[in-house]
C-alpha cells in the first residue's frame, strides 16, 4: 500500500471490524446457539459435524461478546498505524520510532486479554493465544520448551565444535531467478500442490492465504544467490498450502471444514520444509531436477554437497532465516519478551535491550541494530501477541506426526525409498487422512493424542535433528 | 483465479451484491434522502457540494430500489459464471462455449433494463448505459457516431493509399522488460503520478483501480518485442490515475469526490496516451530518456523513426491494439451489435457472423477465428453491455478538452515547447483546475460544455487525426 492511502485503510479496516464484530455479537446468534445446544441428539456425539460445528461457534460467539465495540475499532486503529509505524521504524532501524505505537497496542492487548477474562492461576499471556490457538496457555508452553531449551543449547554446542561442519557453498550459489522458479514449481508439483486449486506467486514475505479448498495463495521470494531460500519458503507455504486444499469442501466455511490451530498448521508448512525438504532422501531425488534446471552452474556439486547446505547450523539474528535447531531459539526469546510486556514485568522502551540480552545469552550474538533485533517482526505491530509459540509448537508437532507417519508407512527405509524415488503421495494421502480430513473435529493436543498415541513431547524433534545433524557433522552421537 | 475457486468466489460476490443491494435500498436512506430534498437550503445552489451528493444519491437510491434482490443475485451468479464461460471458450476459440452463458446475460440485462424503465423514445440500451454514462443514450451516441465513421474511414482510406507509411520497426524491437520497466516508471514519473499515492504493478490486462486519491493503484505490461505497447498502457492508465489521484481528498467517498463517468476517465486516459504521448514534441523529451535506458539497442533510431512507429495506423483484428484512428471503428462495430442483442434485432447465435460481416465491411479484414473475433473482449461476460461506446466518447472529450487546455496554456507551439522540456505539470494543473477538481459536480456534457464552451463534437478529434497523420504520412491535406 502506498503510504498515502494508510488513513483511507485504516477507516476501512475499521468499519469492518465493527461490522463483523457487530454481527458476531448478535444476541440471535446467541439464541441459535442455545437452541442448539438444547438439542441433545446435535450434541450426542461430540465428534458429529453439528456437535464440532456449535462446539466451535459457541467459542468464537463467548469470545466476541467479551470484546466492546469500542475496544475491537480501537485495536484496528491502532494496529494500521502500528504496521506502518513498525516498517517506518524498520527502515530507520530505529525502536524509538515504533515505541509509542507498541505501548499503545500492548496497552490495548492487556485490556483485551482483560476483557476475555484470565483464569484463575493464569496470566493474560493465555487470554490472547486462544485467538490462535485453543486449549493453549503460557503455563503449557514453558513445560515444554523449559526441557527443549538446555537439549537444544547443547546440540547447537555439539555442531559448534564439531570437526567438520558442512560448507553452504551451494546455497550461496548464483542462480538466475527465472530458473529457480522452474525448480521451485516443479518441486511444489511434485509434493502435491494441485495448481488448479491454487496458485504460486512472489512476494517479500512469502505466505499462503485461501478461502476455501479450492482456491489456495501461496507466495515464495527469490534472492540471486539463495535457492535453498526459494526452496525453503515453497515448500513451507506448499505445507500449509497443502493442509488448505486438504480441508473437506463439503464443510468450507464452518469449524468443521476449517484448520484446528496455527501450531498444527505449522506443523504441516515444517513437516515438508524440514522432515522432507532437508533430508537425503528427496535430494536423491531432487539432485536430477536440480541438474536439468540450472545445468552445468550446479554440476560441480554432489549429493553430499546440497545436502550438508541444506542443513547447515549457525546462529544468526534472523528468525526467518534460521536453520532447524537454532530457530526455536529464536521463538523461546519472542515467548519470554511478550510474556513479560503483556505482565507488565518489562516495560516497551526497555525492549531493545531485554532483546539485545537474550540474544547475547541464547545464541551468543550482539545485535548491531534494530532492525536486525526487535524490529525484525511485523507480529506485535498487528497486535499478536500470542501467536510465537506457535511456530515451536509446529516444529515439535511436524516431527511427531512425521515419525507416526513413518511408522505407518513402513519405516524409515520405505520412506526414505519413496521420496527418493519421487514419490511424495503416500505421506499427503497419510496427512490427509490422519490430519487434514478431520478439521477442527479435535483440538490440536487431541488430535496428537490421537494420532500418534502420545501427548505433545520434544523427544521426536530432538531425535530428528540429533539424528540427521550428529553425523552429518561427524560428531558421535 | 484457480479454476477450482469459481464456485466459491460466484457465491461470496452474489451474497455482497444481496448485502449492497439491501444497504443501498434500505427505506431509510429513502427517508433521508426526502428530508434533505425539502430543505431549500441544501440544494438552493445546484453546483454545492450538498447539492451534488444528494442528487447522485437520489439518483443511485433510485436506480437501485427499481431492481429486484432477485435480479441482483442472479445477474451477480450469471457473470461469474459467464467470465469463466468466456475464457475457457476464448481459449478454446470457440463461442458456442460461451453462446449459453451469454444468451442467460443478455436475458437478465433485458430484465434489468425493463426494471430500470425504458422512455417513451427511447430503447432498453439507454437504461443500461446509465451505469456508466449518466445522460448517455443509443440516440445521443448514433449522433455522434454516424457523422464520425464517414470521416474517420475516409482517412483511414487516404492513410492507406499514401506514398509512405511509416515504418513500426521500432515498436516491434526486442528490448529487455527490466529496462523497459525503468522507462515506462521514469515517464510515469514525469507525467505526474505521484508514487507516494499509488502503485505500478503488472497484469495482463492493464488497468487502474484504487479507493482514495491516496492510494491509486495502475498496472500495466510488458512483451519483449512491443515497448510501445507498454508505454501506451503506462500512459493510458496513468491518465486515469491521474484524475483519481485529482479527485478532491476530502469528499472522498461522496459523489462529489468522486469520478464524473466512464467518459470523461477515458479522455483522461486517451489524453496522456495520445494527445501527449504519440505527439512529435513528447517524443523530443523522451528520446534522450529512450537512449539512456536502452543504450545502443535504440541508437539506429532518430526522432522521425519513433514517433512515426507510435502513429502507424493499421486496420487489425484486436481493439486493445488498434491505433488512434481504427479504434472508433471497433466501438462502433460494439455498439451496434451490443444495442441489436438487446432490443432482439440479433440473436445470441448469430453474433459470430454478425460480428465477422462487420469487420469485412469496415476494417475490410477477414476474422480467422473467434478468439480473435467476437471472443477478444471480456465485457459481455460481466453483464457491461452499454459500456463500449464510452471509450470513443473519451476519445472525442480527450481532443475536444486538449484544444481548450492548449489554448489555455499559450497555444500549440507553448504546449509542444513544454512537452519537449519534460514539462508536463501545466498541462497536468490545467487538468486538475478544469476537471479533476469538480467530482460529479457536472455531468459529463455540461462539464464539456462548461470547459470548451461547446458541446461535444467530432472535430476536435478529426482535427487532431488529421493534423498529425496527414503530414506524418506524406499525405496532402
Keep these: 500500500m502506498p503510504a498515502g492511502g494508510l488513513d483511507q485503510r485504516s477507516g476501512q479496516l475499521a468499519e469492518l471490524a465493527q461490522i463483523t464484530h457487530e454481527r458476531a455479537t448478535d444476541p440471535r446468534v446467541g439464541e441459535w446457539l442455545a437452541a442448539c445446544e438444547s438439542d441433545a441428539e446435535l450434541t450426542a456425539d461430540p465428534a458429529s459435524d453439528a456437535a464440532v460445528n456449535l462446539r466451535w461457534w459457541r467459542h468464537s460467539y463467548d469470545r466476541s461478546t467479551k470484546l466492546p465495540a469500542r475496544l475491537v475499532v480501537a485495536m484496528s486503529r491502532a494496529t494500521s498505524a502500528g504496521k506502518a509505524a513498525w516498517a517506518q521504524a524498520r527502515e530507520a532501524s530505529d525502536f524509538k520510532k515504533f515505541a509509542p505505537s507498541l505501548e499503545h497496542i500492548v496497552a490495548l492487548c492487556r485490556e483485551e486479554a482483560d ?121 513451507h507455504e506448499c505445507g500449509h498450502g497443502l493442509y488448505e486444499q486438504g480441508l473437506p469442501a463439503e464443510h468450507a466455511n464452518t469449524p468443521r471444514g476449517a484448520a484446528v490451530g496455527l501450531s498444527i498448521h505449522e506443523s504441516q508448512s515444517r513437516m515438508w520444509e524440514n522432515q522432507v525438504g532437508r533430508s537425503a532422501a528427496f535430494w536423491a531425488w531432487a539432485m536430477p531436477q536440480l541438474k536439468e534446471c540450472f545445468g552445468s552452474a550446479v554440476s560441480r556439486f554432489d549429493h553430499a554437497a546440497v545436502v550438508g547446505a541444506a542443513n547447515r547450523v549457525e546462529p544468526g539474528l534472523i528468525r526467518v532465516e534460521a536453520d532447524e535447531a537454532t530457530y526455536n531459539l529464536h521463538i523461546m526469546i519472542r515467548f519470554a519478551l511478550e510474556r513479560a510486556l503483556l505482565s507488565g514485568d518489562l516495560a516497551v522502551a526497555d525492549l531493545p535491550e531485554a532483546w539485545n540480552a537474550a540474544y547475547r545469552r541464547d545464541l551468543g550474538l550482539e545485535v548491531p541494530d534494530d532492525a536486525r533485533g526487535c524490529l525484525q517482526d511485523i507480529h506485535w505491530s498487528m497486535g499478536a501477541l500470542g501467536y510465537f509459540p506457535t511456530y515451536t509448537m509446529g516444529n515439535l508437532y511436524s516431527a511427531q506426526l512425521f515419525e507416526a507417519a513413518r511408522d505407518a508407512l513402513g519405516g524409515a527405509q520405505a520412506l526414505d525409498d519413496q521420496f527418493a524415488a519421487g514419490e511424495f503421495a503416500p505421506l499427503l494421502t497419510w496427512l490427509r487422512e490422519n490430519v487434514h480430513a478431520w478439521g477442527r473435529t479435535h483440538d490440536s493436543a487431541a488430535l496428537c493424542l490421537k494420532v500418534t498415541g502420545k501427548p505433545l513431547s520434544a523427544e521426536p524433534l530432538m531425535r530428528h535433528l540429533e539424528g540427521k545433524l550428529l553425523p552429518l557433522y561427524g560428531v558421535q552421537a
Excluded at 553452504?168 to 531467478?177: A, C, E, I, S
Excluded at 522458479?181 to 505466505?207: C, M, N, Q, W, Y
Design 115 to 235: 476483557a476475555y477474562g484470565v483464569a484463575a492461576g493464569g496470566e493474560r499471556w493465555d487470554a490472547l493465544a486462544q485467538g490462535y490457538e485453543p486449549g493453549m496457555t503460557a503455563q503449557s508452553v514453558a513445560e515444554v520448551f523449559d526441557p527443549l531449551r538446555p537439549r537444544l543449547a547443547g546440540l547447537i554446542e555439539r555442531l559448534r565444535e564439531a570437526p567438520h561442519p558442512p560448507s553452504d557453498d551451494f546455497t550461496r550459489l548464483k542462480l538466475p531467478q527465472d530458473q529457480q522458479e522452474v525448480f521451485v514449481r516443479k518441486v511444489a508439483k511434485a509434493i502435491g500442490f494441485d495448481f488448479s486449486r491454487g496458485r504460486l506467486d512472489v512476494s517479500t514475505h512469502p505466505f499462503c492465504s485461501g478461502t476455501h479448498p479450492g482456491d489456495v495463495r501461496l507466495t515464495t521470494r527469490f534472492a540471486d544467490d539463495n535457492v535453498n531460500d526459494a526452496l525453503g519458503s515453497t515448500m
